[in-house]
């Protein structure tokens, strides 16, 4: 089995280059926000771009991740194909 270095891992891009996702690989067997190592670079609800953590995707659309500031939330694209953090609502 061969191993990839860093600037050949299939990190994933928006056309701006300022968010990014790393592959699925990365979130281990199991695909959970804590036992795996995804991380991402996404943009937060106020605007600035901070480093979270991601799992695999549970729909087409959204990927579960965590941040530290915010907590626990998912990661869509939004109409300029940027990733942005939702956090999750609490009651």
Excluded at 50 to 67: E, N, R
């Amino acid at each position: 089995m061969t191993t990839l270095s860093m600037e050949d891992r299939p990190m994933i891009h928006t056309r701006t280059g300022i968010t990014w996702i790393g592959p699925e690989e990365d979130a281990g067997p199991y695909g959970g926000i804590h036992t795996g190592h995804r991380k991402g670079c996404v943009r937060m609800p106020n605007g600035q771009v901070q480093m979270v953590k991601l799992g695999i995707p549970d729909t087409f659309f959204t990927i579960p991740a965590y941040s530290r500031t915010l907590g626990r939330g998912f990661v869509t694209a939004d109409k300029e194909g940027e990733f942005c953090f939702h956090a999750k609502r609490t009651s």
